[in-house]
């Protein structure tokens, strides 16, 4: 059954998305642009959203590596993204992340456009995120 999105949905799906392009605004990328995926949810009108680089990571098919996934490399600027949120009530950095599946990230909460929010800005894609490709490690360059 589908129901009509609510108003307050729609306002927070929008906002969320908002501040998904705040963050890749305050990214560099190494390995070329990408999309950012983001998840989030709405609780008792505190935000939640966890965003991770381009989803489109590659997994690694043959040879030692076989299986590891090769996210993008990238960088994000804390004080360019601490500017544009309007009240930062904490800052913190996961270095292994939890025992959840989280990885590695930086968290920052706060208020943004008049609403609490926790902002996680994760080093990889969640577990469950499927690998835009694959590449086959055991091929060599003919130089």
Known sequence: MNLPESKASR???????????TV????????????????YQEEEGAWE??????????ELVGGADDGDIAAPAF????EELRAEV?????????SLGYANGEGPH??????????EVLVQVLAYPP????PGMKLDA????NG
Do not use: C
């Open 11 to 21: 306002y927070s799906r929008i906002t969320a998305k908002s501040l998904r392009k």
């Open 24 to 39: 890749a605004s305050s990214m560099t990328t190494f390995s070329g642009p990408g999309p950012l995926g983001f998840l």
């Open 49 to 58: 959203i966890v965003i991770y680089p381009n989803p489109k990571s590659v």
């Open 75 to 78: 960088s994000l600027d804390l």
């Open 86 to 94: 309007e009240r930062v009530d904490a800052v913190s950095w996961q």
């Open 106 to 115: 930086v968290s920052i909460e706060g208020v943004y456009q008049g609403h």
């Open 127 to 130: 577990e469950d995120e499927e």
């Open 138 to 141: 055991t091929r060599r360059g």
